[in-house]
């Protein structure tokens, strides 16, 4: 027995306990890398792109859109290649000492990232001037930032401003016009209000005359108004008879005297 493996006693197994490696396994080929790469990253991303290409050209999209989107989708797939890459290597055996330490440096690389860390050197945190200058640097970049934003919000507040500028004068409008509408609808009923009042005062003092006035001095009305209507009626029969009889030519102004003595 040989590190655990093996038999615990030769004895009775007609051999002599010696281990050996198995000379009938046959390792498989290991694939190489760039291949592996190049079937699930480049070469899969390549149809891909060249897809992605021909779809928008038949669509009838400009050539910069075209390339925009193309670029836009190189860069996913080379994201997602690289993922499957570190997936792959952590599969490595852990047990080989290069891979562990590609693996450590990795971890190192991700928690500076995390940390903030990634663009810090060795020996910068002691050199004063440089720390100064990074200040200074994040201070400028602070200030920068804050007179976007403030920038940023006078204009919000004064598109707020305008806007509300605009709503309290449409407002106003309105209500003008919806003054104006009114007046006219009060100027309107007032007209048809008087003119009932004046019907209605015509109509009283109508009945009321009727009433106070006495019979007498109706039917005395009435016989005058007939009388006028019977002058009025001879009058113009005397007229039209007038008109109908030859007149007499008075040339003699004696005879004229005469008659009108007479």
């Given at each position: 027995?040989?590190?655990?493996?093996?038999?615990?006693?030769?004895?009775?197994?007609?051999?002599?306990?010696?281990?050996?490696?198995?000379?009938?396994?046959?390792?498989?080929?290991?694939?190489?890398?760039?291949?592996?790469?190049?079937?699930?990253?480049?070469?899969?991303?390549?149809?891909?792109?060249?897809?992605?290409?021909?779809?928008?050209?038949?669509?009838?999209?400009?050539?910069?859109?075209?390339?925009?989107?193309?670029?836009?989708?190189?860069?996913?797939?080379?994201?997602?290649?690289?993922?499957?890459?570190?997936?792959?290597?952590?599969?490595?055996?852990?047990?080989?000492?290069?891979?562990?330490?590609?693996q450590k440096e990795k971890q190192l690389e991700s928690m500076r990232?995390?940390?903030?860390?990634?663009?810090?050197?060795?020996?910068?945190?002691?050199?004063?001037?440089?720390?100064?200058?990074?200040?200074?640097?994040?201070?400028?970049?602070?200030?920068?930032?804050?007179?976007?934003?403030?920038?940023?919000?006078?204009?919000?507040?004064?598109?707020?401003?305008?806007?509300?500028?605009?709503?309290?004068?449409?407002?106003?409008?309105?209500?003008?016009?919806?003054?104006?509408?009114?007046?006219?609808?009060?100027?309107?009923?007032?007209?048809?209000?008087?003119?009932?009042?004046?019907?209605?005062?015509?109509?009283?003092?109508?009945?009321?005359?009727?009433?106070?006035?006495?019979?007498?001095?109706?039917?005395?009305?009435?016989?005058?108004?007939?009388?006028?209507?019977?002058?009025?009626?001879?009058?113009?029969?005397?007229?039209?008879?007038?008109?109908?009889?030859?007149?007499?030519?008075?040339?003699?102004?004696?005879?004229?005297?005469?008659?009108?003595?007479?």
């Amino acid at each position: 027995m040989f590190n655990g493996i093996g038999l615990s006693t030769p004895r009775g197994s007609g051999t002599n306990g010696y281990i050996q490696t198995n000379k009938f396994f046959v390792k498989s080929r290991p694939v190489r890398s760039e291949a592996k790469e190049f079937q699930t990253g480049r070469g899969a991303g390549g149809l891909k792109l060249i897809e992605l290409e021909g779809q928008l050209v038949d669509q009838g999209y400009p050539d910069e859109e075209v390339l925009e989107r193309v670029e836009i989708l190189r860069k996913a797939l080379e994201a997602a290649g690289a993922l499957e890459v570190d997936d792959m290597d952590s599969r490595m055996n852990s047990t080989q000492s290069h891979h562990i330490a590609a693996q450590k440096e990795k971890q190192l690389e991700s928690m500076r990232d995390a940390l903030g860390l990634k663009n810090v050197k060795e020996g910068e945190a002691s050199d004063r001037e440089l720390q100064e200058q990074k200040r200074q640097e994040r201070i400028m970049a602070r200030e920068e930032k804050e007179q976007e934003n403030r920038e940023k919000q006078a204009a919000i507040e004064e598109e707020e401003r305008r806007q509300k500028k605009e709503l309290r004068r449409e407002e106003k409008l309105r209500h003008r016009e919806q003054q104006e509408e009114e007046r006219k609808q009060r100027k309107l009923e007032r007209k048809v209000r008087r003119e009932q009042d004046e019907q209605e005062r015509y109509q009283k003092g109508k009945e009321s005359r009727e009433l106070m006035e006495p019979r007498e001095s109706k039917e005395k009305r009435d016989q005058e108004y007939e009388e006028r209507d019977h002058k009025k009626k001879e009058s113009r029969e005397r007229r039209k008879n007038e008109d109908e009889e030859p007149h007499e030519r008075i040339k003699d102004p004696r005879e004229k005297r005469e008659n009108r003595e007479h």
